[in-house]
């Protein structure tokens, strides 16, 4: 199990990002800056370089948690030795600004085995500061600029077991001044939110246990509410004070659910494995909450890969016939393509505008257009030589890569900027743009 799982995806335009790369200045948390995969400001391209060029590459340990990138700095969440240690490097030169770490002895359950021990969590940076949730669910703040230790929790007097069986994954989320992380382990934890100035709890909710994806926020019926996936269910959770709002029944096979929903107007789209993909109407109605099935797909079905939304389409990893990419149609569950077979254990995926880019376990970055035709592949680079579990950072001029031991930055050379109105010289006529 590992926390490439996934979260919402909400349809973001593409704007310009001139000069070199700025694009991965907020990716300060779990999926992007709307936890929904997708890079709000990366140069659209008309060519593709045969390969990125190394720009730096660093050792920090081992864990699926995602490098995350705020400002000028780089945080990334490990394991070395029996310690977890988080750490923040220049995103110019990868050199250290500071790191901290503490003991974590942990125990991986044969089945998650070789997945190590984690981390599997991606921090999220937020109000100055850095908040890491530990495999074992040891739950942290750190001063995202010095490092210092704000506070701490780990929740062993509420809870025989502290994580999940396959180790926590979740990636906590911040909202309105509140941190919002699922506690405890299997059959018995709490959804809480807390102050993040302090850690003092808001809220609690605690009908079900944690599993393997990501809390996301929408509003539904004009509600504001926390949606994920717990143990055995998808549900909504009011965010100001923790009341149940709705609950799909959602189990999969040996409990792993790790499929963050995805928001589509007043829809969530669920799955897991062998699940297939649901879509589900959310609406209030008087005082109840309905949730009636729109459509469903058994064509293809997710896992450990977390979808990306694109207007109308829905892009994801299936694990079956080996692993495949495909698309559907989100308003009516109709598959518009699959790739071909064998592609690869797991893909992360990330949105820039009309362009999909997605990182295989086995370090290939595998680049294609937005299309509900057909897979049409753009160019594809090696970017490691262990499996790579964790989502890139994409900007305009860069990709950083976290692989089994290493943070790599790799250079893209960045586009010509589209000719100003008015130029003599047309965007067409202005030469090629690598």
């Known amino acids: 199990m590992t926390a490439r799982f996934a979260s919402v995806v909400l349809g973001i335009g593409l704007v310009w990002a001139a000069g070199s790369a700025t694009a991965a200045e907020n990716w300060s948390q779990w999926r992007g800056t709307n936890r929904d995969g997708v890079v709000l400001d990366v140069a659209p391209r008309k060519t593709w370089p045969p390969e990125l060029q190394l720009?730096?590459?660093?050792?920090?340990?081992?864990?699926?948690?995602?490098?995350?990138?705020?400002?000028?700095?780089?945080?990334?969440?490990?394991?070395?030795?029996?310690?977890?240690?988080?750490?923040?490097?220049?995103?110019?030169?990868?050199?250290?600004?500071?790191?901290?770490?503490?003991?974590?002895?942990?125990?991986?359950?044969?089945?998650?085995?070789?997945?190590?021990?984690?981390?599997?969590?991606t921090p999220i940076v937020a109000d100055g500061r850095l908040f890491t949730l530990g495999i074992s669910g040891i739950l942290s703040c750190w001063d995202a600029a010095s490092g210092e230790l704000k506070w701490r929790k780990e929740f062993s007097k509420q809870f025989k077991h502290t994580s999940p069986l396959y180790g926590t994954a979740m990636s906590p989320l911040v909202d309105h001044g509140r941190l919002i992380v699922h506690v405890g382990g299997h059959d018995a934890g709490a959804l809480i939110a807390l102050d993040v100035a302090d850690g003092e709890v808001a809220w609690t909710w605690d009908g079900d246990g944690p599993a393997y994806s990501s809390?996301?926020?929408?509003?539904?019926?004009?509600?504001?509410?926390?949606?994920?996936?717990?143990?055995?269910?998808?549900?909504?959770?009011?965010?100001?004070?923790?009341?149940?709002?709705?609950?799909?029944?959602?189990?999969?096979?040996?409990?792993?659910?790790?499929?963050?929903?995805?928001?589509?107007?007043?829809?969530?789209?669920?799955?897991?494995?062998?699940?297939?993909?649901?879509?589900?109407?959310?609406?209030?109605?008087?005082?109840?909450?309905?949730?009636?099935?729109?459509?469903?797909?058994?064509?293809?079905?997710?896992?450990?890969?977390?979808?990306?939304?694109?207007?109308?389409?829905?892009?994801?990893?299936?694990?079956?016939?080996?692993?495949?990419?495909?698309?559907?149609?989100?308003?009516?569950?109709?598959?518009?393509?699959?790739g071909e077979g064998r592609l690869a254990d797991n893909v992360a995926l990330v949105r820039t505008g009309d362009v999909l880019w997605a990182l295989t376990t086995q370090a290939e970055l595998v680049v294609f257009r937005d299309s509900d035709k057909q897979f049409e592949q753009l160019a594809r680079y090696k970017v490691g030589e262990t499996p790579t579990w964790a989502h890139p950072v994409i900007a305009t001029g860069s990709v950083i890569v976290k692989d089994e031991t290493k943070l790599t930055k790799w250079k893209l050379p960045v586009p010509a900027p589209p000719a100003a109105a008015g130029s003599v010289r047309s965007a067409l006529s202005s030469g090629p743009r690598g």
């Open 55 to 121: 720009k730096w590459q660093i050792e920090v340990g081992f864990g699926h948690s995602s490098p995350i990138v705020a400002g000028d700095r780089v945080y990334i969440f490990t394991r070395q030795d029996d310690k977890e240690v988080i750490r923040a490097v220049s995103q110019a030169d990868g050199k250290e600004i500071w790191a901290h770490n503490y003991a974590v002895p942990y125990e991986v359950s044969p089945p998650a085995a070789g997945h190590g021990k984690g981390p599997k969590s």
């Open 215 to 338: 809390p996301i926020i929408a509003e539904l019926s004009g509600t504001r509410q926390i949606i994920t996936q717990t143990q055995n269910a998808c549900v909504g959770i009011a965010a100001d004070n923790g009341e149940l709002l709705w609950k799909i029944a959602y189990k999969t096979e040996f409990d792993q659910n790790s499929v963050t929903p995805v928001v589509y107007e007043q829809s969530v789209i669920c799955s897991g494995y062998n699940r297939g993909i649901d879509r589900y109407r959310i609406e209030k109605q008087g005082d109840e909450w309905l949730t009636d099935k729109i459509w469903e797909n058994r064509e293809v079905s997710l896992y450990m890969s977390t979808p990306v939304m694109s207007g109308q389409r829905l892009f994801g990893f299936s694990h079956r016939q080996k692993g495949q990419l495909f698309a559907i149609d989100i308003t009516t569950g109709r598959t518009l393509w699959t």
